[in-house]
């Protein structure tokens, strides 16, 4: 993923959940989205359709990771039958403490999560727990070595503290915005 400069808040590891972004930024994505989106701007403050694609088509896993770091909430992976070859997760979304489902779209239940991906043609859909720190070689293959770090996601993609605090802060955006501002807290962190 490329993008412009974001300046970092803070530069110490430890207060890495304070990093946050301000302004907007243009990203590319190295393999596109379902949809075929490669080129994004997203802006402070703002969840758009730009938002919406980046985070819930192809960064979902990130900002779940995110936002279960904000609040030690527990993650839902959404799987989808793949024929032969099984169960493949196509995406994760936070638990909130009413038992809805949270993600760049919005709050959803189980069944709409689920009846979303039937929607679009799934004919297999399962949703499961699964705790933040092991989405790592679970929902994302590719940062297996990183199970068990609640951090991971920053290890992950999200490596440099802009970018960390490009996802913080649609994490923090979409906490507030459905009334969950008072879950944020930076002890989430070190909670197993």
Request: glycine share 12%.
């Amino acid at each position: 993923m490329s993008g412009t400069s974001l300046p970092a808040q803070h530069s110490d590891r430890a207060g890495v959940l304070n990093y946050d972004f301000a302004g907007y930024v243009d990203l590319t994505l190295s393999e596109p989205t379902p949809y075929g989106r490669t080129a994004f701007v997203l802006t402070a403050g703002v969840i758009d359709a730009e938002a919406e694609e980046f985070f819930g088509r192809s960064q979902c896993h990130w900002l779940a990771g995110a936002i279960h770091s904000l609040t030690g909430w527990p993650l839902t992976v959404v799987d989808i039958g793949d024929g032969e070859h099984g169960w493949r997760a196509v995406h994760t979304a936070a638990i909130t403490p009413r038992g809805t489902l949270l993600d760049i779209f919005g709050e959803h239940s189980e069944a709409v999560m689920r009846q979303g991906y039937f929607g679009i043609g799934a004919s297999r859909v399962r949703l499961r727990r699964v705790a933040g720190a092991d989405l790592p070689g679970d929902a994302v293959q590719d940062a297996r070595g990183l199970r068990g770090n609640p951090l991971w996601w920053t290890e992950s993609t999200f490596t440099t503290p802009a970018m960390q605090g490009l996802l913080l802060h649609f994490a923090r955006l979409l906490l507030r915005r459905h009334g969950f501002g008072h879950c944020i807290s930076p002890a989430a962190t070190r909670q197993p």
